[in-house]
């Protein structure tokens, strides 16, 4: 959570979404976050980047937030943009797409909840967080 910017695939026009949580909290704490998506031009009033030549700088991570499927998808890009940080949000994960960013010299974080790891993130969060740190989620 200490880079300066994070592209995130998986908000979306749906609320609800996880991805729409994760790029709130983010937003709410001053970080760069660009919502990556297909056909959207905004999700809930940022810009949305169908492409990472489209972002006005080269994210230092990248959060998935999206099927273990569509993954393996996105992981050619991220390598091709040249983003050396991936986060598999909890859901997202695809051995094949963690092997695949690992080979490609890429930092991996899977597995893990974004929201527990901000400053001060709020309940539930902050309780998962304290159950993670001693050592119970582990």
């Known amino acids: ?77 991220i390598i091709a943009a040249g983003i050396k940080n991936v986060w598999f949000q909890q859901g997202s994960v695809s051995d094949k797409a963690v092997r695949y960013c690992m080979l490609n010299g890429i930092n991996v974080i899977s597995n893990e909840c974004v929201l527990m790891f901000l400053d001060n993130p709020g309940f539930p969060h902050n309780l998962h967080k304290w159950v993670w740190s001693i050592g119970a989620g582990k």
């Open 1 to 77: 959570m200490k880079l300066r910017s994070f592209a995130l695939f998986g908000a979306s026009a749906k609320k609800k979404k996880f991805g729409n949580m994760i790029l709130a909290a983010m937003n709410k704490k001053y970080m760069r976050i660009y919502p990556m998506h297909r056909s959207a031009n905004f999700i809930d009033g940022l810009r949305a980047f169908s492409a990472f030549e489209e972002l006005p700088e080269k994210p230092a991570g990248v959060i998935l937030v999206i099927p273990p499927g569509e993954t393996e998808h996105v992981i050619d890009d």
